[in-house]
């Protein structure tokens, strides 16, 4: 059985160059849309509870930075979102499973980087049953700017799924073309898609910019990077 996996870095529902506006409901939709399984990076904390209705999957999420302030610092963030950012919203990885996908159990969630100054980083660990097989995904958002930090970060995560007969490792390594020992090869961004004990009916790729255009602009400042796992 195919399955549609993408990854995306959702920018926060912002877009590129900056508008001023926000798209958050739409990106998750547009992410979601035909997908068996969907990892996220940079999701407002305060919206992982909106994620199931907006997506109709069965919804994993992981907060690595808890939003401030509640509806209050929403409003806030709203009127300047390229200022404020992550800075009240919070921010969150999370992982979507739609059936016939199902989710074995519920999630592990491994802190790669304490919080340090803005936010820790954290893998998503979850184990997922497709007809008689199963396996195992990662999802992560490595530590930007800082290209050692992020190898170690995506080092451990290779270290967390080493058991695992099947494993899929996606998500923002934050590290052009950064691959793992034994995995299916990196695509030359820093969105990736590593498949192990599996193989690919599509290989990695990532969308057009007219798959996620909204007039001039762009959605996110990351493309969503798409396979198709055998």
């Not at 199963?134 to 058991?163: I, K, S, Y």
Request: aromatic share 4%; glycine share 10%.
């Amino acid at each position: 059985m195919p399955l549609v996996v993408r990854t995306w870095n959702l920018y926060h529902g912002r877009t590129k160059p900056n508008s001023g506006r926000t798209y958050l409901e739409r990106m998750v939709r547009l992410a979601s849309a035909g997908a068996d399984l969907v990892a996220l990076q940079e999701v407002p904390s305060w919206a992982l509870g909106r994620l199931e209705a907006w997506s109709g999957a069965t919804v994993f999420g992981a907060v690595a930075r808890p939003a401030r302030l509640g509806a209050l610092g929403r409003k806030l963030t709203a009127l300047a979102p390229d200022i404020l950012r992550s800075a009240l919203n919070g921010q969150a990885n999370a992982l979507l499973v739609r059936a016939p996908l199902r989710a074995e159990g519920g999630q592990r969630i491994v802190e790669l980087r304490a919080a340090g100054l803005l936010e820790r980083r954290v893998c998503q660990l979850v184990r997922v049953g497709a007809g008689e097989r199963a396996f195992v995904v990662a999802n992560l958002h490595a530590t930007a700017h800082a290209p050692e930090r992020a190898r170690e970060e995506v080092d451990r995560v290779a270290e967390l799924v080493r058991g695992e007969e099947a494993a899929i490792v996606c998500g923002d390594f934050n590290v052009r073309a950064l691959g793992l020992p034994g995995f299916s090869p990196p695509i030359r961004g820093i969105d990736q898609i590593l498949v192990r004990g599996l193989g690919f009916e599509q290989e990695p790729a990532t969308w057009k910019p007219e798959r996620r255009a909204v007039g001039p602009n762009l959605l996110s400042d990351h493309a969503p990077v798409e396979a198709v796992v055998a």
